[in-house]
T-cell receptor
Framework: DAGVIQSPRHEVTEMGQEVTLRCKPI?????LFWYRQTMMRGLELLIY????????DSGMPEDRFSAKMPNASFSTLKIQPSEPRDSAVYFC??????????????FGSGTRLTVV | GQQLNQSPQSMFIQEGEDVSMNCTSS?????WLWYKQEPGEGPVLLIA?????ELTSNGRLTAQFGITRKDSFLNISASIPSDVGIYFC?????????FGKGMKLTVNP
């Protein structure tokens, strides 16, 4: 298996532009998570899905952020409009529901977003 | 709410030295998970602990689930340069994993 695939690996955009981050989870995994990592706040959970349905979006910072999972093999995290404080590394992770809680998280390599 | 304290927040050691990192929680954990994040990558699970008092080893790594179920430690023996990264201790009691800042380890060759 190719693991969790995120694209792009790096994104540089200007303030005010729309940014879309993409994630392909491991085939068969039914949980998908989006995290954001900064020096100040560490690795924060933004939102997670189960069977393509958003379960908990309490970590989404504000209305500028939205996430979708149209099918089991694809998810997007969109920021519109982007701001410099959104600069961070965004990670996607997936796991199987019947594994031990937390045991089987597989993370992607992340997308480093820079908003100038 | 639950408070998790991971200490120290960063460490600088020489290659070959042993290192110990500790986590304490304000509430009881049912599962402790230790993850490592290497530079430029996402976190990877190192060790999972399920029972109070459990001591688990994985090569040069040793982790223990505290008797009180409110603490855990991770030891790395004879450190090598590839041990650099951020180490996270987290509760594995649910599908929603909360990571925090972790502990940044630097190993000087």
């Amino acid at each position: 298996d190719a693991g969790v695939i995120q694209s792009p690996r790096h994104e540089v955009t200007e303030m005010g532009q729309e940014v879309t981050l993409r994630c392909k989870p491991i085939s068969g995994h039914d949980y998908l998570f989006w995290y954001r990592q900064t020096m100040m706040r560490g690795l924060e959970l933004l939102i997670y899905f189960n069977n393509n349905v958003p379960i908990d979006d309490s970590g989404m910072p504000e209305d500028r952020f939205s996430a979708k999972m149209p099918n089991a093999s694809f998810s997007t995290l969109k920021i519109q409009p982007s701001e410099p404080r959104d600069s961070a590394v965004y990670f996607c992770a997936s796991t199987l529901s019947f594994e031990g809680a937390g045991d089987g998280y597989t993370f992607g390599s992340g997308t480093r977003l820079t908003v100038v | 709410g639950q408070q998790l304290n991971q200490s120290p927040q960063s460490m600088f050691i020489q290659e070959g030295e042993d290192v110990s990192m500790n986590c304490t929680s304000s509430s009881i954990f049912n599962t402790w998970l230790w993850y490592k994040q290497e530079p430029g990558e996402g976190p990877v699970l190192l060790i999972a602990l399920y029972k109070a008092g459990e001591l688990t080893s994985n090569g040069r790594l040793t982790a223990q689930f505290g008797i009180t179920r409110k603490d855990s430690f991770l030891n790395i023996s004879a450190s090598i340069p590839s041990d650099v990264g951020i180490y996270f201790c987290i509760e594995g009691g649910s599908k929603k994993l909360v990571f925090g800042k972790g502990m940044k380890l630097t190993v000087n060759p």
